[in-house]
Structures are given as C-alpha cells and as structure tokens.
C-alpha cells in the first residue's frame, strides 16, 4: 500500500507575530510514501529518518520499512516552510498507512518537536490564518478570502532557520514589545473580518526583522517598493529569505517594483492562501486520484481542492538545511 500527502507551503511572523503567525500557501509538496517488507539497504536522510522514528515511538508500534518520493514546488531554506512540508508528510503518511493510530492533534505536537517552533505546522496542516500559542498549543483559525493575494519574492541564496535564530537579542525594550502587541492584534483583527485595509501599517516588527535584515539585503527597500506600487504592506516570510508582500488589487506592478528593488537576482510568485491545508490526495487502492483533508473540522473551508494549481516537477538537490543526501527521487 502507498499514499501521497498534499502539503502547502506557510508564511510566518508576518512581521511582528514572531512564532505565533502563520498562512498556508499555495504552493505544495507531494510526499509519497510506500509499505514495503524488503528491508531498505540504506538509511534515509536524516530530516526523513528524524520524522519516521519519531512517529513510531509516539504511536508505540514496531516500525516497517517504507520507500519514499517528494515532489513539489516549495522552495528551500526560503522561509516558506520546506522543513515542515516534508516532515509533515512523512509523519502523515506514515501515520495512514499505520491506521492513522495517532490523532491530527498528536501529529501536529509531534511535527512541532521535530521543527522546535509550531506556526509553520499550524498553517500547514490547518490551512488558513492560524494564531498559535506554542506553550499551550491553543490554536484559532480563519479562512483567508481568495482576494488577498501574497507577492513573493524569492531569492537565490539560502537562509538557515537556526542560524537566523542566533542573531537575536536575549531581550528587547518594553516599547518594542508593547508595538508589537498592538500590529499583532490588528493583523488578527484584519484576518478575523476579513477587512485587509486593517493591515495597513500592521506589519512594522521590533523583535526579529531589524536584526536580520543583513541575512537578507535589501529587505526593507523591497518592502518598500512593494508599498509605494499598491501593497497593503510586507515582511520577511518566516526568518527568509523570501520577502513578502500583499495586496487585494493589481499584484503586478507590486512584483516588478520587488524584483527592481531587489537587486539581487531571484524569482517572483503571486499566490492566494491555501485554506484546506495538508491532505491526502491519492493511495494505492484507488484508480482515481482523491483528495481527504485531514484537518478535524472544515472550520467553513471550500471543500474543493485546487488541485489544478500544482505542478510537479522533481525536487532539484535540495537538503532542507540538513547536513545530509539529497531528497529528489526515490529513497531507498
């Protein structure tokens, strides 16, 4: 037996929502797993390995072999949630295939042990605008309407999660904190109402972009430029190096004014929010591909997948960040 899960890529913080923000994109990855009873000759790679024994240990079930395939198109070490793409499938598929022994909520703790921070994991799993309280796992949810499109764009260079961490300071001013409290609500609030003009000058950060800004040159001149051409406003997509901005009008001129002030070479996308989020699209027992969310309850989603919008080219040599073998094709 094999099945596929559908992942969406996420964008996080939003500015000022430091680990507690997130929205499902889409953009997707395509992890396919398969049942498999001759051993395996070699060990997958770590981030697939990590996923796996993790899985088998919360659900306390002898492991079985599996071979594995990832496709898609959500880029790497881009700050758009790659890292949990994979090990949400994995972790999801495995899951399936063992019976779906562990709820979607055991799933989502344990995919956020795995990535040491739980915003990407609600998006992707969750679709939508999620806010997530990571020390108790609280979560509230919103569609996000098909009007609201996020301009990305997305540079060649990499920028690594742990490394983006380092360059933050242990503390930070009160009047820093107390602005970022008020731009957070006002992003929930425009979410929650779905009156994006609340988003206006909703984004401005104190506590992480400021100091990565010389991780991503030319952040706040892209930002910038986005604003000046139409868009609501921008933000560094989770700790980069994608930069991201939004609109409900033209996006066009908002992309090329980012791309202009970039500087930089790079690529730009203009994507709606996903609001279904991580689901199975095919297995093995059916002739027809599928789609089965997985999040429990629709929370008033769109039942109908855009699954029209993806496209599956095989993953370049790409490592998540990891010190490890490469993930396109099939693992063995």
């Given at each position: 037996m094999?099945?596929?899960?559908?992942?969406?890529?996420?964008?996080?913080?939003?500015?000022?929502?430091?680990?507690?923000?997130?929205?499902?994109?889409?953009?997707?990855?395509?992890?396919?797993?398969?049942?498999?009873?001759?051993?395996m000759?070699?060990?997958?790679?770590?981030?697939?390995?990590?996923?796996?024994?993790?899985?088998f240990?919360?659900?306390?079930?002898?492991?079985?072999?599996?071979?594995?395939?990832?496709?898609?198109?959500?880029?790497?070490?881009?700050?758009?949630?790659?890292?949990?793409?994979l090990?949400?499938?994995?972790?999801?598929?495995?899951?399936?295939?063992?019976?779906?022994?562990?709820?979607?909520?055991?799933?989502?703790?344990?995919?956020?042990?795995?990535?040491?921070?739980?915003?990407?994991?609600?998006?992707?799993l969750?679709?939508?605008?999620?806010?997530?309280?990571?020390?108790?796992?609280r979560?509230?949810?919103?569609?996000?309407?098909?009007?609201?499109?996020?301009?990305?764009?997305?540079?060649?260079?990499?920028?690594?999660?742990?490394?983006?961490?380092?360059?933050?300071?242990?503390?930070?001013?009160?009047?820093?904190?107390?602005?970022?409290?008020?731009?957070?609500?006002?992003?929930?609030?425009?979410?929650?109402?779905?009156?994006?003009?609340?988003?206006?000058?909703?984004?401005?950060?104190?506590?992480?972009?400021?100091?990565r800004?010389?991780?991503?040159?030319?952040?706040?001149?892209?930002?910038?430029a986005?604003?000046r051409?139409g868009?609501?406003?921008?933000?560094?997509?989770?700790?980069?190096?994608?930069?991201?901005?939004?609109?409900?009008?033209?996006?066009?001129?908002?992309?090329?004014?980012?791309?202009?002030?970039?500087?930089?070479?790079?690529?730009?996308?203009?994507?709606?929010?996903d609001?279904?989020?991580?689901?199975?699209v095919e297995?093995?027992?059916?002739?027809?591909?599928?789609?089965?969310?997985?999040?429990?309850?629709?929370?008033?989603?769109?039942?109908?997948?855009?699954l029209?919008?993806?496209?599956t080219?095989?993953?370049?040599?790409?490592?998540?960040?990891?010190?490890?073998s490469?993930?396109?094709?099939?693992?063995?």
């Amino acid at each position: 037996m094999e099945v596929t899960i559908q992942v969406p890529a996420s964008t996080t913080n939003l500015g000022p929502g430091f680990d507690c923000l997130g929205v499902a994109l889409q953009i997707w990855n395509r992890t396919r797993i398969s049942r498999t009873d001759q051993p395996m000759p070699s060990q997958h790679p770590p981030i697939v390995e990590d996923a796996a024994r993790s899985f088998f240990s919360r659900a306390g079930m002898a492991r079985f072999d599996f071979q594995w395939h990832l496709e898609g198109n959500v880029p790497v070490a881009r700050g758009l949630g790659s890292s949990v793409a994979l090990r949400l499938g994995v972790v999801l598929a495995l899951n399936r295939l063992a019976g779906d022994i562990l709820p979607n909520t055991e799933v989502g703790k344990l995919c956020d042990q795995l990535e040491g921070h739980s915003d990407n994991t609600a998006a992707a799993l969750n679709g939508g605008f999620v806010i997530v309280n990571p020390r108790t796992n609280r979560l509230q949810r919103f569609d996000v309407s098909p009007d609201l499109r996020f301009v990305l764009f997305i540079p060649d260079f990499e920028v690594i999660t742990a490394e983006a961490r380092k360059v933050l300071p242990p503390s930070y001013p009160r009047s820093d904190i107390v602005e970022n409290l008020a731009n957070v609500a006002s992003i929930a609030a425009a979410f929650a109402t779905q009156d994006y003009d609340l988003l206006r000058t909703a984004f401005e950060d104190r506590l992480h972009q400021p100091y990565r800004e010389p991780l991503v040159p030319n952040l706040r001149r892209i930002i910038e430029a986005g604003q000046r051409a139409g868009a609501l406003g921008g933000f560094l997509s989770g700790s980069g190096s994608t930069v991201a901005c939004l609109t409900t009008g033209n996006a066009e001129p908002i992309s090329e004014a980012m791309q202009a002030a970039a500087g930089t070479t790079g690529r730009t996308m203009v994507v709606p929010a996903d609001n279904v989020g991580a689901s199975i699209v095919e297995t093995a027992q059916s002739s027809k591909t599928s789609m089965q969310h997985l999040r429990e309850g629709k929370h008033g989603c769109s039942d109908t997948p855009l699954l029209h919008h993806f496209t599956t080219p095989p993953l370049e040599n790409q490592d998540h960040g990891e010190d490890d073998s490469k993930f396109a094709g099939r693992q063995k």
